[in-house]
Each structure stands twice: as C-alpha cells, then as structure tokens.
Nanobody, 128 residues
Framework: VQLQASGGGLVQAGGSLRLSCASS????????MGWFRQAPGKEREFVAA????????DYADSVKGRFTISRDAAKNTLYLQMNSLKPEDTAVYYC??????????????????????WGQGTLVTVSS
C-alpha cells in the first residue's frame, strides 16, 4: 500500500489545516488508519486513529477537541482536520495503515509498530 500525505504548511497559532492521505495503489477501505507526528529531536507519537468502518476513533489527549480524523471511502482518502493549532503541534505528520485483520484496540492503535504501511510525511509548522 502506497500512502501519500499532503496538506501541510505554515500557519499561525489558532489557525487550521486539513491533512489528506491518499492511496493510488490499493483501496484503503480494508485498513484501520492512523496519523502520527514527529517533532525535531522527539520520538514519533500517536495523534489519531480511525477504524475501517469509521465506527471507532481515538485521539491523543493533546489533540482531543481540536483535531478530527475522518475518511472518505469514495475518494479513498484519509483526513485530519486540525483546528486551534498551537506551536507545539509543529511536526512532520505521517499517515499509516494496518490491515483490519489486526483488529481494533484503543491500546494498540496508538503504537507505531502496529502499522504496516506509512506515508512520506507532510510538515506542519505553527508560528506563535
């Protein structure tokens, strides 16, 4: 599965961005999907995840109430709507996919090692 993340950029604190993640190689409908981010000098961290049916979602505490993960099966695309952005949200954001055969668990969807496929990342910079 080839994933392509886009939508990053420079935004002022309090602003919004919407990230997209598309696959041209295979349908994403049979995968649970997630967004992760990695700031300079820090480890990759979980941001949000969504099940293959969109019936379940999970968020990192740091983004709850500000970010929304969604997916559009018809467009074969995953989204991350980011509102009320803060300077500490600055990072490279990665989308990732794991086959639904792995199941859905609030504990495991937060683990980067659970995901088999990764996009190339898109940089989000939030200025103060």
């Amino acid at each position: 599965v080839q994933l392509q993340a886009s939508g990053g950029g420079l935004v002022q604190a309090g602003g919004s961005l919407r990230l997209s993640c598309a696959s041209s190689s295979r349908t994403l409908s049979r995968y649970n999907m997630g967004w992760f981010r990695q700031a300079p000098g820090k480890e990759r961290e979980f941001v949000a995840a969504i099940s293959w049916t969109s019936s379940s979602t999970d968020y990192a505490d740091s983004v709850k109430g500000r970010f929304t993960i969604s997916r559009d099966a018809a467009k074969n695309t995953l989204y991350l709507q980011m509102n009320s952005l803060k300077p500490e949200d600055t990072a490279v954001y990665y989308c990732a996919a794991v086959p639904l055969s792995s199941g859905w668990s609030p504990a495991t969807v937060k683990l980067p090692g659970e995901y088999e496929y990764w996009g190339q990342g898109t940089l989000v910079t939030v200025s103060s």
